[in-house]
C-alpha cells in the first residue's frame, strides 16, 4: 500500500512543532493526520472509528495547550492514535498492539506526553483532578485535560469526579466528546458563537462581576440572580446536569470544525473561572465512509484494504467460544422464560446481541456500569429470575465489592458469564482475564468453573442455568475453540466433579481451562519418554474435585497443576488442600503453573502463553525437574 502524502504533518514531529504553525495550516495538517491514521491502522488493525473521530479534537488540543506541560489524559485511550502521532511515535505506529511495540492504549511509560495509563473506562476525570490539584498545592503551572466520550459518563466514577472538581479551581478542564448525539441537540452555527461568546474573556469577566454584586444582594435575591445565571445558559446550550456539580459549561460545538475549536478552548485555557467542561460533538469514522456508514464494525478493525474499507478475513474454523456462549445461552432462553442477560456496554463483544434480537424483553444493556450490572443481577435473581451477568474478566474487576457484598454474602443464583479470560493477545495488560479466579474462588458460597474446549462451554451454560442454590462462574477465553464435537443436548455438570482425560500411572497433570490442549501435548512427550501421564480436567477450582486430586496424588509421583491465571488459583487451592490432609508430608510432590506475577506486555497469544511458561515444552520441562528433584532427594536420604 502506497504512504499517504503528507508534507505539513512531516514537518511535525511533537506538539512544540504543531504550534509553530499558521492557524490557516491546521485543517490541512489535520486532513494528513487523518489518512495517516488510516494507512497505519490498515497495515496493523487495531481501534480506528474513535481515532478518526477526534482527528481535530486532538490537533486543537495540542495547539492550544502547553503539553506535556499541560496533562492531557483519554478516556479508555483507544481513540489516541493521532495523538501517538502528533507526539514523536510516527515512526513507531506500525509496530501498533504488537510484541516490543506501542501500545494501543495511553501509557507512562511509552512517552512523556501519556502522563496517565488509561485502558478501562471512565478514569480520566479522576486522575486529571489528580494532577491538577497536584499542580495547585505546588503552586505549580500547568492544567490537567481529560477528553471523556459520552458512553464513559454512563459510568458513575466519571461523576463521583465531578462532584468533587472543585477542588482543582481552573487547572481542570473536561471535553466531552459526544460521538453519537446521545447528548446533544443539533449543532449549528448559533450554538457555536454562544459557546465562544460564554467562554470569552469579556463575558467572564462581566460574569464575574454580576455575581460579586449580587453576593451583596439579600440572599434571596443572590440565590435568584445566580439561578437566572444558570438557567439563562442552561436554556440556550444545556449543561445544567454539569453546572450543578459544579462546572462551568460550554457548548455543545462541531469537534471537526478547527474555526470553532481553536477559539473556545484558547478562552478555556485562559479562563478565570473554576473547572470547566466543553461539551464537544463529533462523529466516530470521520472522514473515512466505511467507517462512518458502520461505526460499530469499524470500532475496532483486522488489518483492512484502505481503498475498499474490506477487513482481512479470519481463516474458517471452529466457532469462537463468545458465539458458543451466545448460542448455549438462547437455547436456555428458548426453554426457560425466567433466564434474562446483561451486558456493561459490550453487547456484541459478548455475544449478547443475537441473545438481544432473539429475547428484547430479556436483555439489558446497562452501559458502562459493571457495578449497578451485578447488583442488578442480585435483585433479579433475589425476585426469581435466573440472570447471566456477562462481563469480560478484566472489566468484572471494576465490580468486586458488588460481587461480594450484594451477591455472594446473601448467596443470591447470579450467573456469571466471565468473557476474555486468561491472555488476550493485542490488547494487552489491561485487558488481560488474570485474576478471575483467584478474586472469586476466595469467596464463600461461589462455584467457579472453566471451559476446557467449546463443547465443555455448551455444557457450563447449561449446568449454570439449572443452579439456583448460590452464585455460579464460569470462564472462557477470546478467539476460537478447538474444533472438538458440538454437543447435541448439554449436560448438566455434577458441582464440583472434574474428568480423567488421559489415564497414567506415574505423572498427573491437573488442568483448569483451555490449556488443556497444551496439557495433552506435554503427556505425548511425556509419554514417549517413558513417563505414563495421567491428564484431568478438574472442570471447578470451586468446589474442588477432593476425592479425584486425592486418589492422583496417591498414586502418582508428580502432580502438576496448569491453569490460565495468576497466583492464587488451582494451584493454591489444591496446595491449601494437599497440606490440610497431610497428603504432602511424604516430600512435597506438587508443582504449580500459572501466569507469572508480572503484568504481560501486549504479543500474540501463543507467544503470551510461551513467556507465561504455560504451553507443553514448560509442562514437560516442569516434570522432569521434579522428578529429578524427587530422585535426588531419595538418594540423599538413602546415603
Known amino acids: 500500500m502506497s504512504k499517504p502524502v503528507t508534507p505539513l504533518l512531516d514537518t511535525v514531529d511533537t506538539p512544540d512543532d504543531l504550534r509553530k504553525l499558521q492557524p490557516s495550516q491546521l485543517r490541512q495538517l489535520a486532513d494528513e493526520l487523518r489518512d495517516e491514521m488510516i494507512a497505519t491502522v490498515g497495515q496493523t488493525g487495531g481501534h480506528l472509528g474513535s481515532g478518526l473521530g477526534v482527528v481535530e479534537l486532538t490537533t486543537a488540543i495540542h495547539y492550544v495547550f502547553e503539553t506535556p506541560r499541560d496533562r492531557l489524559i483519554w478516556d479508555v485511550g483507544h481513540q489516541a492514535y493521532p495523538h501517538k502521532i502528533l507526539t514523536g511515535r510516527r515512526s513507531r505506529m506500525r509496530t501498533l498492539r504488537q510484541g516490543g511495540g506501542l501500545s494501543g492504549f495511553t501509557k507512562r511509560s511509552e512517552s512523556e506526553y501519556d502522563p496517565f495509563g488509561t485502558a478501562h473506562s471512565s478514569t480520566s476525570i479522576s486522575a486529571a483532578l489528580g494532577f491538577a490539584v497536584a499542580n495547585k498545592l505546588a503552586n505549580q503551572p500547568g492544567k490537567a485535560i481529560a477528553v471523556i466520550g459520552d458512553g464513559a459518563m454512563s459510568a458513575g466514577m466519571a461523576y463521583e469526579a465531578m462532584n468533587n472538581a472543585a477542588e482543582a479551581g481552573n487547572r481542570l478542564v473536561v471535553i466531552l466528546n459526544d460521538n453519537d448525539m446521545s447528548i446533544a441537540p443539533p449543532v449549528g452555527g448559533l450554538s457555536a458563537y454562544l459557546a465562544r461568546l460564554v467562554s470569552s474573556r469579556p463575558f467572564l469577566e462581566l460574569r464575574e462581576m454580576f455575581k460579586a454584586i449580587s453576593r451583596r444582594l439579600p440572599e434571596p435575591l443572590h440565590k435568584a440572580a445566580r439561578k437566572t445565571d444558570e438557567f439563562a445558559r442552561g436554556m440556550a446550550m444545556g449543561g445544567t446536569l454539569f453546572e450543578e456539580l459544579g462546572f462551568y459549561y460550554v457548548g455543545p460545538i462541531d469537534g471537526h470544525n478547527l474555526d470553532q475549536l481553536i477559539p473556545v478552548l484558547e478562552n478555556v485555557r485562559d479562563a478565570a473561572e473554576g473547572p470547566c467542561l466543553v461539551h464537544v460533538v463529533t462523529q466516530k469514522g470521520k472522514g473515512y465512509a466505511p467507517a462512518e456508514n458502520a461505526a460499530d464494525k469499524y470500532h475496532g478493525v483486522q488489518k483492512f484494504d484502505v481503498i475498499t474499507g474490506e477487513q482481512a478475513k479470519s481463516a474458517a474454523g471452529p466457532p469462537s467460544y463468545t458465539a458458543v456462549f451466545a448460542q448455549a445461552l438462547m437455547a436456555e432462553a428458548a426453554r426457560d422464560a425466567t433466564i434474562c442477560a446483561i451486558t456493561a456496554a459490550m453487547p456484541s463483544g459478548t455475544g449478547l446481541d443475537k441473545f438481544a434480537k432473539a429475547y428484547s424483553e430479556r436483555h439489558f444493556d446497562v452501559g458502562i456500569a459493571e457495578q449497578h450490572a451485578v447488583t442488578f443481577a442480585a435483585g433479579l435473581a433475589a425476585q426469581g429470575m435466573r440472570p447471566f451477568c456477562a462481563i469480560y474478566s478484566t472489566f468484572l474487576q471494576r465490580a468486586y465489592d458488588q460481587v461480594v457484598h450484594d451477591v455472594a454474602i446473601q448467596n443470591l443464583p447470579v450467573r456469571f458469564a466471565i468473557?476474555?479470560?486468561?491472555?488476550?493477545?493485542?490488547?494487552?495488560?489491561?485487558?488481560?482475564?488474570?485474576?478471575?479466579?483467584?478474586?472469586?474462588?476466595?469467596?464463600?458460597?461461589?462455584?467457579?468453573?472453566?471451559?476446557?474446549?467449546?463443547?465443555?462451554?455448551?455444557?457450563?451454560?447449561?449446568?449454570?442455568?439449572?443452579?439456583?442454590?448460590?452464585?455460579?462462574?464460569?470462564?472462557?477465553?477470546?478467539?476460537?475453540?478447538?474444533?472438538?464435537?458440538?454437543?447435541?443436548?448439554?449436560?448438566?455438570?455434577?458441582?464440583?466433579?472434574?474428568?480423567?482425560?488421559?489415564?497414567?500411572?506415574?505423572?498427573?497433570?491437573?488442568?483448569?481451562?483451555?490449556?488443556?490442549?497444551?496439557?495433552?501435548?506435554?503427556?505425548?512427550?511425556?509419554?514417549?519418554?517413558?513417563?505414563?501421564?495421567?491428564?484431568?480436567?478438574?472442570?471447578?477450582?470451586?468446589?474442588?474435585?477432593?476425592?479425584?486430586?486425592?486418589?492422583?496424588?496417591?498414586?502418582?509421583?508428580?502432580?502438576?497443576?496448569?491453569?490460565?491465571?495468576?497466583?492464587?488459583?488451582?494451584?493454591?487451592?489444591?496446595?491449601?488442600?494437599a497440606s490440610d490432609e497431610g497428603l504432602t508430608d511424604a516430600g512435597l510432590r506438587i508443582r504449580t503453573l500459572r501466569l507469572p506475577d508480572v503484568f504481560q506486555d501486549q504479543d500474540a497469544p501463543d507467544k503470551q502463553y510461551d513467556a507465561a511458561g504455560l504451553n507443553a515444552p514448560q509442562i514437560v520441562d516442569t516434570v522432569l525437574k521434579a522428578l529429578r528433584h524427587n530422585s535426588a532427594g531419595v538418594q540423599e536420604a538413602r546415603a
Open 419 to 577: 468473557d476474555r479470560a486468561g491472555l488476550v493477545g493485542a490488547d494487552g495488560a489491561t485487558h488481560a482475564g488474570s485474576f478471575d479466579v483467584t478474586y472469586l474462588a476466595t469467596l464463600p458460597n461461589m462455584v467457579v468453573m472453566a471451559a476446557a474446549d467449546e463443547a465443555e462451554l455448551v455444557h457450563m451454560v447449561h449446568t449454570a442455568a439449572m443452579h439456583d442454590s448460590g452464585p455460579i462462574a464460569f470462564r472462557y477465553p477470546r478467539g476460537n475453540g478447538v474444533g472438538v464435537p458440538m454437543p447435541e443436548v448439554p449436560e448438566r455438570l455434577e458441582i464440583g466433579k472434574g474428568r480423567v482425560v488421559r489415564e497414567g500411572s506415574k505423572v498427573a497433570i491437573l488442568s483448569l481451562g483451555t490449556r488443556l490442549a497444551e496439557a495433552l501435548k506435554a503427556a505425548d512427550h511425556l509419554d514417549a519418554k517413558g513417563l505414563s501421564t495421567t491428564v484431568a480436567d478438574l472442570r471447578f477450582v470451586k468446589p474442588l474435585d477432593e476425592a479425584l486430586i486425592r486418589r492422583l496424588m496417591a498414586s502418582h509421583d508428580v502432580i502438576v497443576t496448569v491453569e490460565e491465571g495468576a497466583i492464587g488459583g488451582l494451584g493454591a487451592h489444591v496446595l491449601t488442600m
